[in-house]
């Protein structure tokens, strides 16, 4: 009796210690998995060709969107718009730079106008990553940028910007990238829009 149940404990141990050693390999090949997907996200973003001329004023319309969207994303949609005005002010690059008005064409001035539409768009809530952390999936935009000479009415640039959160780090950090993300994204198109639109 005291044979088998020696026997059984230590036919026990033994699988204990066969499990530990085949997940610290698994885990060791995951680490080295993760090291090209470092290296990708430390890669030199795509060179921006600057326009051929210059602007001084640079004024940005509220974002164009299915009704749907601007249901679902109003708050997040003006966000957008306004922390997109507000980073190009920062850089004090340019001598205006401001919410284009509803209706106003602007032609003959000599201005950029950047007009947005939102593709498709999806924020996870704050309940559905409270209940459902990473599998609540994660939060993405899709925006078209669209660059317009104001003077000529002429379409000088063209430009798509995707972005999205990872899901296990929202869930990690409680949703903080989700509602970001409008923001975010903004301050990578004020990015985009510096390097490629000279100053006059």
Not at 57 to 85: R, W
Not at 142 to 171: G, K, Y
Request: overall charge positive; hydrophobic content about 45%; charged content about 20%.
């Amino acid at each position: 009796m005291i044979k088998k149940r020696f026997g059984f404990v230590f036919g026990m141990v033994l699988t204990a210690l066969l499990a530990i050693s085949l997940g610290g390999c698994a885990t060791g090949k995951s680490a080295e998995q993760s090291e090209p997907e470092k290296a990708q996200a430390q890669a030199p973003a795509a060179v921006v060709t600057p326009l051929s001329r210059g602007y001084s004023d640079i004024f940005v319309f509220e974002m164009d969107a299915s009704q749907a969207l601007k249901n679902d994303y109003a708050e997040p949609i003006k966000e957008t718009q306004s922390v997109l005005v507000t980073s190009l002010l920062m850089k004090n690059k340019y001598k205006k730079v401001e919410p284009a008005r509803s209706g106003e064409t602007y032609k003959g001035r000599n201005g950029l106008l950047v007009k947005l539409k939102l593709n498709d768009m999806r924020i996870t809530s704050n309940a559905a990553r409270f209940w459902g952390g990473a599998f609540a999936g994660n939060s993405f935009m899709n925006i078209h940028m669209t660059l317009v000479d104001a003077a000529t009415q002429s379409t000088v640039r063209e430009e798509d910007f995707n972005s999205s959160n990872n899901a296990w780090a929202a869930a990690w950090n409680m949703g903080a990238t989700d509602r970001s993300l409008p923001s975010d994204m903004a301050k990578i198109m004020a990015e985009y829009i510096e390097k490629a639109v000279p100053a006059i």
